[in-house]
């Protein structure tokens, strides 16, 4: 029953003021009885008033705006976090009566939104590994463990090479990327075979002795959903199973569903983007310092910029916008 | 209001009043060059209202090219073409905020600089016919304006754009005259160069019932710059650009007013108390230039505090 | 009275309704307009005409081509005969209007909450879940009233019978409107007198209607809510229209820059500092609405109103997420929506659809396909439509192939053939082919029809597309007492 403590501290700087920022963040640990959230503490610039719903998954979202002018916008959010260790799926269950427990589920909300694998270049490529992956005796929970060591062992782990806007295709020929590109890929194999799979934001925390893919920003895996079992958290990334030591915020279809911050604001289009997530165990000294990660792909800060660096493009794209809402 | 409108009415006047100074001041150019008896050039005129780049320089000394360039150059951003396409535009925005008749008017302006015949005319029949029938489409806008508009903060917002965009073209023009006279001292007593200014303005008759004296640049000066009776005087604009601001002065936004009170009444008085001696003194070119930036001064404070631009 | 030049011409087309003509010569209610017209020459008709172009090119009723970054102005073609349709038609069709969009509203409230008609399998889940108007933003959240759809504008076609059909339900933005109102405003000027004479209800009441249906809307109970109309800006192609239902209700017009959201409430930027916004009628599709949910590269939209939308804090219509029950697929399962939802057997019919996502209908639309119009079931106006009929072999293949890049995304009908209705065309009347399009508005009080609509017409002529951006114009549509 590891005790976390955790400080994800995000933070952007405009070279020159901007206003009427609008920001979303998804930086609220899930409750539940393999996780509780002891203390929370969240620090924003300003002071904001901070608005919270629960989405469509289910995650709790936070909703803010700062509209006075600013050069700098910092989220900090400090912490404590309880989990315990959830036992494995068990393999007591026929694997033919597992599979076809799956297809009748591929009808039903939630988890038909779970199964849609997007289309890109590769797909096929990618069915013909999926089918030699996978085995006729296996069950889903074998499957997708198989699956996760695929990605593990055939996607280099390099940071930089991908960001936000990297697509799937891309990925696909650079055969590399970062977590967030790891379980992006596992949730496609997972769904061309019919087993739902999620993608979840959280963070990792670092065993005592070694460490781990992923730390020092938030950390991205999967979740494919095992019959009789429920969601089982799968880290490509690591090639492990997600468990006591993944904090989990929030989960989705994919990126965009569970992007930790996000936001809008009028001004300069140039911003620094810098996160940092440090985390410690409950009664050691606290550990960790400021990282720069120019391209960590976790906060997705998208200025809309109404001062841009060529006025004709923005011109021009107004035009196009305004001309092409459809009036029916 | 919503800021929008106001900028967008400011922008409006600000651009058919500019239209009406360009076509004024082709329109007296143009007759200078016919009776030209020293060397005549475009080269102010196109100075002041197109700036100098390339294009500009291909242009000559031509005065159907030049006047072609100027109204309806499409590559030309300050063209009447593009300024009342501009201007138009900006009145789309705000249909609401404006009478019909005054749409329709812009529209018949904009159709009008649009029409091929108008184009065709330029290359081949009298210049100055073709001119009137725009400076004719200002003055019915103005007089629309006149008669249609409702008093309120809108139209404070056009009176502002209107005679800030006077005020600036009148020093403009000054200053590219009397710059012209550094280079040729004998224009100070040449009376077709003062004439010309004079009618440029629209100002010829009041200064011939004002100075019995024949032309003296003291005098034009002194017209141009602080007679408060002369509507394209830039003490007269900055006199309008007070009274129109003090009529939207309300209790919601006492800090930008104060702000702009303060910048518009800085130069009222820097303008109210100066004299042609004063102004001799301290340089033409220079304080012209102080006048400018203080009128460039208000253009942005407005920008700031009323029309959301921060 | 049909010696008239421009009357001999007139020939009815073979198994088409004619809106004027019947078995038995002109229809009745048809009579009192053609004495009338009778009476005029065609050089009358004709200076109408122009009188009709001059006034509307005069107050701007234009809307904008753009080719080669250069725009072009133009107008809506008007055609100068009025199409008539009698007090029985109407009171069908309102029926059957009225009774299709309590259901779709069902609907919206219910796809977006509990999903009952999903679960008793009569929608089938993946449609649903694979279209992309079905916003997840919009689960669980509470509209004012219930009500999703305040405007909508329901296509009606009438077949070679004259039955009615359901062509399209458009519940986002639809447009069009401030056409029956200027059509009808032109009409009194061509021919004074005529429409008292001839017993024509009013449209005027339309802005009145939707101004109180807005004001209904209004969080917060104070008198005087701050009630506006978004535009997407001048450049859009119904700018006009934003215009002028903005000036005919006194509200503002507002620009997605001119709003901004604090604190989950929405403002407008004044000349005197913020004022709150509590109720926006919108023409910015939902896609555009928030950067900060929706497309982030959106410069049309206000940032964070999903947020202040949520809260309850403003009212937004059309509601957002309408898409997922007017996409084209979904079509197909209102006549059963009715019967779930309402107990009641639908007044007004569909047109067969097929689904092209289905293998065997898919099938038999390829097999049929000279007989068929194919549509994107997520595109309106005309615009990537193939009719079969009239297409090469090349389109026709080219289109097949488009096709089994995503059969979810079409759908085929047969060709419909389209009511005909008189147009006065070079000195003369020809039947051309027309289509229905009422407006309709829901407020808390129920649902509202103002009598009329717009006709519009297919000018070219044999041609069965109505849509403007495809040769369409438009005519007066007369509901009579």
């Known amino acids: ?328 | 209001m919503l800021s929008r409108v106001a900028s967008s009415l400011y922008w409006l006047s600000r651009y058919v009043e500019r239209s009406d100074g360009i076509l004024r001041m082709l329109k007296i150019n143009y007759a200078s060059s016919q009776d030209t008896v020293q060397e005549f050039t475009w080269e102010p005129i196109i100075r002041i209202f197109a700036g100098h780049d390339e294009e500009t320089a291909k242009l000559g000394n031509d005065s159907r090219t030049v006047i072609r360039y100027m109204v309806t150059g499409k590559s030309n951003p300050n063209s009447i073409l593009n300024i009342i396409t501009f201007a138009r535009e900006n009145a789309r925005g705000v249909q609401e905020h404006i009478t019909k008749d005054l749409w329709q008017c812009l529209n018949e302006y904009y159709h009008t600089v649009k029409d091929n015949r108008l184009e065709n005319a330029l290359k081949k029949d009298d210049p100055i016919g073709v001119l009137d029938v725009l400076i004719k489409q200002v003055m019915l806008y103005y007089g629309t304006v006149e008669i249609t508009m409702e008093r309120g903060e809108g139209r404070s917002f056009m009176n502002i754009g209107t005679y800030l965009e006077r005020g600036i073209q009148s020093v403009d023009i000054l200053d590219a005259k009397f710059v012209s006279i550094d280079d040729n001292p004998d224009l100070l007593r040449d009376t077709t160069y003062w004439k010309h200014l004079l009618l440029s303005l629209g100002g010829y008759e009041i200064y011939l019932k004002t100075y019995r004296t024949g032309f003296e640049a003291e005098n034009v000066l002194e017209q141009v710059v602080l007679n408060n009776d002369f509507p394209r005087s830039v003490i007269y604009s900055v006199n309008h650009i007070q009274r129109y601001f003090e009529r939207l002065k309300s209790d919601s936004n006492l800090d930008s007013s104060r702000e702009l009170s303060f910048l518009i009444g800085r130069l009222q008085s820097h303008i109210r108390y100066s004299s042609v001696k004063t102004i001799e003194d301290e340089g033409l070119h220079t304080f012209l230039t102080q006048i400018r930036t203080q009128l460039f001064g208000i253009g942005d404070a407005l920008n700031i505090h009323y029309f959301a631009n921060s | 009275m049909q010696e008239s030049a421009y009357f001999k011409e007139y020939h009815p087309i073979s198994g088409v309704w004619d809106e004027m003509y019947g078995d038995a010569g002109i229809r009745a209610h048809y009579t009192k307009v053609i004495e009338y017209l009778s009476r005029e020459s065609s050089d009358d008709l004709t200076r109408k005409e122009e009188l009709a172009k001059r006034l509307f090119m005069s107050q701007g009723i234009t809307f904008t081509v753009y080719s080669s970054g250069e725009g072009i102005e133009k107008i809506f073609p008007f055609d100068i005969i009025p199409r008539i349709i009698t007090a029985d038609e109407w009171s069908f069709v309102e029926k059957g209007i009225k009774q299709r969009l309590r259901a779709l509203n069902l609907f919206l409230k219910d796809i977006y909450d509990n999903q009952f008609i999903v679960k008793d399998g009569i929608v089938p889940i993946d449609i649903i879940y694979s279209c992309p108007h079905f916003l997840r933003e919009m689960y669980k959240l509470q509209v004012p009233y219930n009500i999703y759809v305040h405007i909508a504008g329901i296509d009606l076609i009438r077949d070679h019978d004259g039955t009615f059909y359901v062509l399209e339900d458009n519940l986002r933005t639809p447009s069009g409107v401030s056409y029956m109102l200027e059509n009808r405003e032109i009409t009194k000027r061509l021919f004074p007198d005529l429409l008292p004479q001839c017993g024509v209800r009013s449209v005027m009441e339309y802005p009145s209607i939707l101004y109180k249906n807005l004001l209904s809307l209004s969080p917060r109970q104070i008198s005087n809510p701050n009630i506006v109309l978004l535009s997407p800006g001048i450049y859009n192609s119904a700018y006009f229209e934003h215009t002028t239902l903005a000036r005919l209700m006194g509200v503002e017009l507002v620009e997605g820059r001119d709003l901004v959201v604090k604190d989950q409430k929405v403002y407008m930027k004044t000349t005197v500092g913020l004022q709150q916004v509590d109720v926006i009628y919108r023409r910015v599709d939902d896609e555009y609405l928030d950067p900060l949910v929706f497309n982030p590269s959106s410069i049309l939209g206000v940032a964070g109103i999903m947020g202040a939308y949520r809260k309850g804090n403003v009212a937004i219509v059309n509601a957002i997420g309408n898409g997922v029950a007017d996409d084209k697929a979904i079509y197909i399962y209102v006549p059963e929506m009715i019967k779930y939802y309402l107990g009641e057997e639908p007044l007004l019919k569909n047109v067969p659809t097929y689904q092209l996502g289905n293998e065997d209908e898919r099938q038999y639309v390829f097999a049929n396909i000279n007989k068929m119009v194919v549509k994107k079931t997520n595109e309106s106006g005309g615009y990537g439509m193939l009719m079969g009929h009239a297409a090469s072999e090349e389109e026709t293949e080219k289109y097949k192939k488009e096709i089994l890049k995503a059969p979810r995304n079409f759908i085929a009908q047969p060709t419909i053939s389209l009511s005909a209705a008189p147009c006065y065309i070079q000195g003369a009347l020809h039947p051309r082919r027309i289509d229905l399009r009422p407006y309709a508005l829901c407020g808390p009080d129920g649902i509202e029809i103002v009598p009329g609509g717009l006709t519009r017409v297919a000018l070219k002529e044999g041609s069965l597309v109505v849509n403007s951006s495809q040769g369409g114009g438009s005519k007066d549509t007369w509901v009579l007492a």
């Open chain 1, 1 to 328: 029953m590891p005790d976390f403590r955790i400080e994800h501290i995000t933070r952007y700087t405009y070279p020159s003021p901007v206003r009427d920022s609008a920001n979303q963040i998804i930086l609220y640990p899930i409750h539940d009885e393999y996780q509780e959230v002891i203390r929370q503490e969240l620090h924003i610039t300003g002071d904001p008033v901070v608005d919270t719903f629960i989405d469509y998954y289910g995650n709790e979202v936070g909703t803010f705006t700062y509209s006075q002018q600013h050069t700098s916008l910092t989220i900090s959010s400090k912490l404590s976090v309880t989990t315990r260790q959830r036992p494995l799926p068990g393999n007591d269950i026929f694997p033919e009566q597992q599979w076809e427990d799956l297809k009748r589920l591929s009808q039903m909300v939630p988890y038909i939104d779970f199964l849609k694998p997007e289309y890109f270049d590769g797909i096929k490529e990618l069915q013909a590994i999926v089918k030699s992956e996978r085995s006729k005796e296996d069950t889903p929970s074998q499957v997708a463990l198989r699956f996760c060591r695929y990605v593990y062992e055939n996607f280099e782990y390099v940071k930089g090479v991908t960001t936000v806007e990297t697509t799937m295709d891309e990925i696909w020929k650079l055969r590399a990327g970062v977590c967030q590109d790891f379980a992006h890929i596992l949730t496609i194999m997972l769904r061309l075979v019919n087993i739902p799979a999620r993608y979840v934001s959280g963070y990792i925390c670092t065993n005592r002795h070694h460490t781990l893919r992923g730390e020092g920003a938030t950390h991205a895996w999967a979740e494919a959903y095992i019959p009789d079992y429920g969601w089982l958290g799968i880290d490509p990334t690591n090639n492990c199973i997600a468990n006591d030591t993944h904090v989990r915020l929030a989960v989705g279809r994919n990126f965009l569903d569970c992007s930790p911050v996000r936001g809008v604001y009028k001004g300069s289009s140039d911003h620094k983007l810098e996160v940092a997530v440090s985390v410690g165990y409950e009664d050691e000294a606290h550990h960790g310092s400021f990282l720069q990660e120019e391209n960590t792909k976790a906060p997705d800060f998208k200025p809309v910029d109404d001062r841009p660096k060529n006025s004709y493009q923005q011109y021009m794209e107004m035009l196009q916008q305004q001309q092409q809402q459809q009036q029916q």
